[in-house]
């Protein structure tokens, strides 16, 4: 079993990224953002991540499908196989 690093990055960023942008909706609007000049960072950061995460799990999944879809390589009698 071949994982790709970017579906579980993916995933990681887009899970923070919903956060980030629930909060950020749900306190719109609201006092603390006086400190920041009116900026809702949680919500611009939110979106960022969400957009981030979605293209590391749809790259990630599209690489995962080619490699799984590949033939083994295949392997000399007497040798072994090391690494991928």
Same mark, same amino acid.
């Given at each position: 079993?071949?994982?790709?690093?970017?579906?579980?990055?993916? =995933?990681? /960023?887009?899970?923070?990224?919903? $956060? #980030?942008?629930?909060? +950020?909706?749900?306190? %719109?609007?609201?006092?603390?953002?006086?400190?920041?000049?009116?900026?809702?960072?949680?919500?611009?950061?939110?979106?960022?991540? =969400?957009? /981030?995460?979605?293209?590391?799990? $749809? #790259?990630?999944?599209? +690489?995962?499908?080619? %490699?799984?879809?590949?033939?083994?390589?295949?392997?000399?009698?007497?040798?072994?196989?090391?690494?991928?």
């Amino acid at each position: 079993m071949n994982l790709d690093l970017r579906i579980p990055m993916g =995933l990681m /960023f887009t899970l923070v990224g919903l $956060i #980030l942008t629930v909060y +950020g909706i749900a306190t %719109a609007g609201s006092d603390i953002y006086i400190r920041s000049l009116g900026i809702n960072a949680n919500l611009e950061w939110g979106v960022v991540l =969400l957009i /981030f995460g979605s293209m590391m799990f $749809i #790259l990630g999944r599209r +690489g995962q499908k080619k %490699a799984d879809a590949a033939p083994p390589k295949p392997v000399a009698e007497g040798e072994v196989r090391r690494g991928h």
